[in-house]
């Protein structure tokens, strides 16, 4: 018999794994409910019309399609088309809606598109959820690389309002400060501060060619920028104006003032600073001073740029060699995939396993995520297990995470288990503990043991 094992690019989550998983899941809810943001879910699967023609052609051979069930109860009569139908689906990159019609859902954004077009009617605008479930992807796996993956996405529908930009990088630096994580760096920059930049450089055909070289002065400098600008067909001109823009210092309102002056002669370059200035005096208005994270301008930062049209979002932990642990920013026709035009949109994204990893990394997940319990009662048998049998439910109608070892096994296989599980306490009733109704309670780190009465017991668990 062959040995188990799982799809490849999957993975299983331990119980301990999944208590830190739902403690980053818990933090951000709270976080998201606290805004005003509402759970939507959407099904693991959609038509396969929704989600092609979306992605671009990379994307679309990511998605994982779903083959028809009931294949075999089609009639002979069907059986040649059939046959013929999937000589080409096993020959070339081809879908039939003869062989599959869903598809595993590719993003969350997506879905979340064709919802609000379905819902247009019930709706409130401006709509603002939060969305945490898995997606997959038919990509090789690899390091950091899985084909089923969790994607947590927060974003408001129906509004233009910049206040919407700032909430979010709210949401974004609240979040992190209650994770612990240090030296976390929100960049943000806009898609139309950009595309001024090529303009200014007087090849705004161009702007794709410059940002994708921006996008790497962090991996080559300058020096390495300059070469790829030269390939890429911008003048010597050009370069030295995008210098100037890069060699811009100081805080982000000096930067964006720097970068006003420069780009005088564009106006959509100066809307994009017009709005980054908005958005960030909003964020001032609204911000908490001992959340730690910094706003930084960065004016190379190019994410996703055929789909954001306004402000940009990415975020990084400098603790750790990582790439961004969240992005996101400003779109204008989202819903117009579907046929609903106008309306624009923000939202940014939770690298989930990214941030998992840096928690993991620097040793910050909060110690009693070890386990589940707080105590664990020894079975001792016989009426000192009915005892331990009340006690227990005594424990769990205060609150307290207790469980009682289901077997009266040997006291020794009873404490390498409480040990094993990282049980913080655990309680001895045994025949002088039940006659005087009292526990004998042990600290499982410290190796203390005390006589206590259940109230005393309860205080202590609970650290009162």
Not at 42 to 65: C, H, Q, S, W
Not at 97 to 106: C, D, I, K
Not at 366 to 377: N, R, Y
Not at 391 to 402: F, H, K, M, Y
Request: aromatic letters at 8%; charged letters at 25%; proline letters at 3%.
């Amino acid at each position: 018999m062959s040995k188990p094992s799982i799809p490849q690019g999957t993975r299983d989550f331990s119980p301990a794994e999944v208590r830190k998983r739902q403690y980053i899941f818990h933090t951000l809810r709270n976080i998201f409910e606290l805004y005003g943001f509402q759970p939507l879910e959407t099904p693991a699967m959609e038509n396969l019309v929704t989600l092609t023609g979306k992605y671009g052609e990379e994307g679309d051979r990511l998605i994982f399609k779903i083959l028809n069930n009931g294949l075999h109860e089609k009639k002979d009569a069907d059986k040649a088309k059939l046959n013929e139908e999937w000589s080409k689906v096993l020959s070339k990159a081809y879908s039939s809606p003869v062989v599959t019609e869903r598809a595993l859902r590719y993003d969350l954004t997506i879905p979340f598109a064709r919802y609000v077009v379905m819902n247009q009617n019930e709706i409130a605008f401006p709509f603002r959820r939060y969305q945490m479930q898995p997606v997959w992807r038919a990509d090789r796996p690899q390091k950091g690389r899985y084909r089923e993956f969790w994607q947590c996405d927060a974003d408001v529908v129906g509004s233009t309002s910049l206040i919407n930009e700032a909430e979010l990088l709210c949401i974004y630096q609240s979040a992190f400060h209650q994770l612990g994580l240090p030296q976390v760096a929100i960049k943000i920059n806009s898609r139309k501060l950009l595309a001024g930049l090529a303009e200014i450089c007087g090849m705004p055909e161009l702007m794709m060619e410059i940002t994708i070289a921006l996008d790497k002065l962090d991996k080559i400098g300058w020096d390495g920028v300059t070469k790829e600008l030269q390939q890429r067909g911008i003048s010597e001109a050009g370069i030295a104006q995008i210098e100037k823009v890069i060699n811009l210092k100081g805080n982000n309102e000096e930067k964006l003032n720097g970068l006003a002056e420069i780009m005088q002669s564009s106006e959509t370059g100066t809307q994009g600073i017009v709005e980054l200035k908005q958005t960030l005096a909003y964020h001032k208005q609204i911000s908490s001073a001992d959340w730690g994270s910094n706003i930084e301008v960065d004016i190379s930062l190019a994410r996703g740029l055929n789909y954001y049209t306004g402000v940009i979002v990415e975020v990084v932990c400098r603790a750790v060699q990582m790439g961004s642990i969240g992005g996101g920013g400003r779109y204008d026709d989202l819903t117009g995939l579907f046929g609903l035009k106008g309306v624009s949109g923000v939202g940014v994204s939770f690298g989930i396993d990214r941030i998992y990893d840096v928690l993991e990394e620097l040793k910050l997940f909060p110690e009693q995520l070890a386990t589940g319990a707080d105590v664990m009662l020894v079975n001792f048998g016989g009426e000192n297990e009915t005892y331990a049998l009340s006690v227990l439910q005594q424990l769990r109608n205060v609150g307290i995470a207790a469980e009682i070892y289901p077997d009266a096994a040997k006291f020794d296989k009873q404490m390498k288990y409480a040990n094993k599980r990282g049980i913080a306490y655990v309680i001895l009733p045994g025949d002088e503990e039940r006659e005087k109704q009292m526990l004998s309670l042990k600290n499982f780190k410290s190796g203390e043991q005390k006589m206590l009465s259940l109230e005393e017991c309860i205080a202590t668990i609970k650290n009162i």
